[in-house]
Nanobody, 116 residues
């Protein structure tokens, strides 16, 4: 089992920045893929970004290209999402995701609200 604790969400004005953090515990995450999804009201959950244990990153290019950066600290079992130039359409609940083999684990979600 993997437990995920997210932090860093909040209210920010358009053009501002936030950094989300997600710490994994309960099982070593050295070989797992860590990532972020988000879900806006009335919409399906969508992929935002992911990073492998050796630092290979993948982004939802259309939504976050050039604005979001994912990183991880393997020693701390923590993944980060640096979000810059935030837009009102980035408003959503952001969920941390960890994939270990065929198992997916989810955090409880953290709200990000971007005001115009």
């Amino acid at each position: 089992q993997v437990q995920l604790v997210e932090s860093g969400g909040g209210l920010v004005q358009a053009g501002g920045s936030l950094t989300l953090s997600c710490e994994a515990s309960g099982r070593t995450c050295m070989n797992c893929r860590m990532g972020w999804f988000r879900q806006a009201p009335g919409k399906e959950r969508e992929f935002v970004a992911a990073i492998t244990s050796i630092g290979i990153t993948t982004y939802n290019v259309d939504s976050v290209k050039g604005r979001f950066t994912i990183s991880r600290d393997n020693a701390k079992n923590t993944v980060y999402l640096q979000m810059n130039s935030l837009k009102p359409e980035d408003t959503a609940v952001y969920y941390c995701n960890v994939r270990v083999g065929s198992n997916n684990y989810w955090g409880q979600g953290t709200q990000v609200t971007v005001s115009s």
